[in-house]
């Protein structure tokens, strides 16, 4: 039974299951923001631990296929080393649901950030759309909100 799970869970279900599966935590964060359901699922530990775990089982099915850890490190020398690692779907999965969770604990951020300086919902949604395509883009747009909305200008909180 194990085999047939794992025969399952090829890169291409994992990248799918983890693209989609965040779509559900991305609406709550948009739409019911103060739910108990929201506090539950998404601000707490619980999809870290379901994205970590896929992020280990990725790992533990490049070391059955001996790809090569060492190279990893080779992607700050040089744009061209990136597009290699990138070539390998393992390490293209690692960074895809690294980008995933990293966005979406941003995007948790942001929208508990806004309930504190009373920003409305309706001006939250852009930000967190731009947070959950490119988190830098969105986070700096939040950031001109949030001053706007808390009436001081911070660089840091």
């Given amino acids: 039974m194990l085999f047939q799970f794992q025969e399952y869970l090829t890169f291409e ?11 559900p935590f991305w609406l709550l964060l ?11 699922f998404v601000n707490s530990i619980i999809l870290p ?3 970590s775990t896929a992020y280990l ?3 533990y099915q490049s070391i ?3 790809e090569p850890f060492v190279d990893i490190f080779k992607l700050y020398l040089s744009i061209d080393n990136l597009y290699t690692i990138f070539a390998t779907e393992s390490f293209l ?4 649901i690294h980008f995933l969770a990293l966005n979406l604990f941003l995007g948790s951020w942001v929208s508990r950030d806004s309930v504190k300086y009373n920003i409305p919902r309706k ?6 759309i731009l947070i ?3 988190g830098p883009t969105g986070l700096v747009l939040y950031w001109f909100f949030r001053v706007f909305y808390s009436r001081k200008l911070g660089i840091h909180d």
Avoid: A, D, H, R
């Fill in 30 to 40: 948009m739409f019911i923001p103060n739910s108990k359901i929201t506090q539950i």
């Fill in 132 to 134: 959950y395509f490119s």
């Fill in 123 to 128: 001006i939250i949604f852009f930000p967190l």
């Fill in 93 to 96: 999965l690692f960074f895809w």
């Fill in 13 to 23: 279900n994992i990248y799918i299951y983890s693209s989609f599966g965040v779509l």
């Fill in 64 to 66: 059955l296929l001996n």
């Fill in 57 to 59: 089982y990725v790992l």
């Fill in 49 to 51: 631990i379901i994205l």
